[in-house]
Every structure is written in structure tokens, then in C-alpha cells.
T-cell receptor, first 110, second 118 residues
Framework: GENVEQHPSTLSVQEGDSAVIKCTYSDSASNYFPWYKQELGKGPQLIIDIRSNVGEKKDQRIAVTLNKTAKHFSLHITETQPEDSAVYFCALSGNTPLVFGKGTRLSVIA | DADVTQTPRNRITKTGKRIMLECSQTKGHDRMYWYRQDPGLGLRLIYYSFDVKDINKGEISDGYSVSRQAQAKFSLSLESAIPNQTALYFC?????????????????FGPGTRLLVL
């Protein structure tokens, strides 16, 4: 079945610096890779996603890269701001519903 | 997301009690999901339903049951609650779009129900 490992579990960065979170997987049938952001006291919300026929996707300060050969995908946040502080989950799907990583708690220090 | 509501938001119960968590949505989505969130373990799928007559077990369905009363309502029951079912529970919805893969749609999460089993 599909499984995903997410690292790091916690990440602290200075405001204005970049943050990178990486996820690895093993099932080559995985073909959809979304990232969700969970703010304190709320449910997760989709921030960006990528499909297996694309290597990179950007949306303002957020980007996701996918390396299908190495079976890993990463979330990149540039020019971090205090409101980026949250828990971020990678996820993937292929032949089964979404499987989520264990999450990364990002703290942006002003 | 205000379009997905969960009741109650907080619940304290005792071991052995039967409880029901309810989820309602006004997004018109056909697909609904129940997840459990534990610290350090991420989100794990309990059950999901792709329409009113379709119910599927997720990764951790033991000890839980569900009912899809209508397209807009999906309830999760704990038949006999135990302390290790203490967790944050989320309902989510989605709608498949033409041209998308079977499991590639965006999921919209409710605000969560915090459950404590004593």
C-alpha cells in the first residue's frame, strides 16, 4: 500500500528565510501529491498540489517539486512570514485515497 | 471551512459509552471522509463514502462505524469508547472533477471534534 515519510517533524526559521519540507514514498503507482496547511484550531486546508506529469509548480511564495525517479517531493516556502507558522502535511494518492504524512510544525520567528 | 460543520466540537465521555460524531456539508459534494488526528501521527483515514450507498473502510476502521444518512450527512460512531480513541476527529468532503484521477480531488475539512475518553 501507499506510505509517505515526512521530514523534518519540526522546523524553525527566521522571518524572511526559506523553509523546505521533504516527503518520500515507495509506491510507484502514486500520482497525486498535495500539501495541506493546518493552522491552530482549524482543519487542514489545501495550499498546493502537483500531479505526476509535472516536475514543479509555483504559487507566489510556495512551490512544490517532484522527483518521480527518486520518489520524493518537497514543499518550498520563500520569504517566510509569521502567518506561515502552522503544521504542514504532505499527502499522496494513486490507487487508494489520500495518505498523509505525519506533519511538520513550522515556526517562523520574527 | 464553514461549509463543513461538525458536532459536537468537544466531547468528554467514559469508557464503554456509545457516542456519535456528526458531519454536515453544504458544498454539494458527493464524497465524505472521517479522519483521526493524533500528535505525531498525522491524519489517518477511518472510513470514506463516495455516495449515499457506498461505504468503505479506511486504514483504522476497527472500533468505529459510520452512517451516510444523506448526501450531506456522514456520522461516525464509537460503539464502545476506549481511552486510546481519545483524539481529534475531522470530517472532510470532496467532489470528483472530470478529467481527474479517482483520488485526486481537493478535500475540504471541517473544524474538528476533540474527543476525550476517560
Amino acid at each position: 500500500g501507499e506510505n509517505v515519510e515526512q521530514h523534518p517533524s519540526t522546523l524553525s526559521v527566521q522571518e524572511g528565510d526559506s523553509a523546505v519540507i521533504k516527503c518520500t514514498y515507495s509506491d510507484s503507482a502514486s500520482n497525486y501529491f498535495p500539501w495541506y496547511k493546518q493552522e491552530l484550531g482549524k482543519g487542514p486546508q489545501l495550499i498546493i498540489d502537483i500531479r505526476s506529469n509535472v516536475g514543479e509548480k509555483k504559487d507566489q511564495r510556495i512551490a512544490v517539486t517532484l522527483n518521480k525517479t527518486a520518489k520524493h517531493f518537497s514543499l518550498h516556502i520563500t520569504e517566510t512570514q509569521p502567518e506561515d507558522s502552522a503544521v504542514y502535511f504532505c499527502a499522496l494518492s494513486g490507487n487508494t485515497p489520500l495518505v498523509f504524512g505525519k506533519g511538520t510544525r513550522l515556526s517562523v520567528i520574527a | 471551512d464553514a461549509d463543513v460543520t461538525q458536532t459536537p466540537r468537544n466531547r468528554i465521555t467514559k469508557t464503554g459509552k456509545r457516542i456519535m460524531l456528526e458531519c454536515s456539508q453544504t458544498k454539494g459534494h458527493d464524497r465524505m471522509y472521517w479522519y483521526r488526528q493524533d500528535p505525531g501521527l498525522g491524519l489517518r483515514l477511518i472510513y470514506y463514502s463516495f455516495d449515499v450507498k457506498d461505504i468503505n473502510k479506511g486504514e483504522i476502521s476497527d472500533g468505529y462505524s459510520v452512517s451516510r444518512q444523506a448526501q450531506a450527512k456522514f456520522s461516525l460512531s464509537l460503539e464502545s469508547a476506549i481511552p486510546n480513541q481519545t483524539a481529534l476527529y475531522f470530517c472532510a468532503t470532496s467532489a470528483r472533477k472530470a478529467g481527474q484521477g479517482r483520488y485526486q480531488e481537493t478535500q475540504y475539512f471541517g473544524p474538528g471534534t476533540r474527543l476525550l475518553v476517560l
